[in-house]
């Protein structure tokens, strides 16, 4: 997603959960990810080009350096490590089909994006979940605003230009992937509540 929507997201969901320190961080870490050292080479910080493993790999390991950095008390690295999490997680709903086969399970007139379940096992472990794939020249060329409309009439419907719901420009479905985000935010933040003792998460959480 565009980085002023993982801000505005991460905002979101945990303004009322940490403190305004903490939460500065966190967006940081978030929103480093989309830097150009964050980009090449690390499809699992963004579930692209069906890195459906490593993603969910790499999500797992930012929630155990969070709990290691809380034992030896070095909370800012539990932050970005949170941060980092966070952008992954939200990522899922932009790069992978999880929202179009969310809502192909109902006919007729789909739920609100409210309504949405962010973590239907049957989905996230479903044999057709995937993400786009991104194909070299044309998902670069995605990026270039008067090359976009042609990459997009060359790109295969499993690109990554194709795919991506990372703006509210790639029509209705983006607002189902940021309902998800939202709410896979607010539940990785429960997840800690739960693995963590009241002092760690009283440490993370300032509050
Ligand atoms: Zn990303």
Known sequence: MLIPIHEDMTREALCDC??????????????KQDSLRGQIGHDEYHFDNNAIDDGHRYISEQRGLVTSSLLSSEVFSAWSAFGRLTH?????????????????????????PSEIDPVQKSLVESPSLHSGKIYIPMDVFYFVPFLRKLSLAL?????????????PKQGSNFAYARAAAVKRTQYE???????????????????
């Open 155 to 167: 790109l295969p419907r499993d690109s990554h230009g194709r795919m991506n719901l990372d703006s």
């Open 189 to 207: 933040f429960e997840i800690l509540e739960k693995i963590l003792t009241p002092e760690m998460f009283s440490k993370f959480t300032e509050r």
């Open 18 to 31: 940490v403190s305004l320190r903490a939460l500065e961080v966190m967006i940081a870490a978030n929103c």
């Open 88 to 112: 992954t997680a939200q990522d899922f709903y932009a790069h992978t089909n999880y929202i179009s086969m969310w809502l192909n399970q109902y006919k007729g007139t789909p739920p609100v």
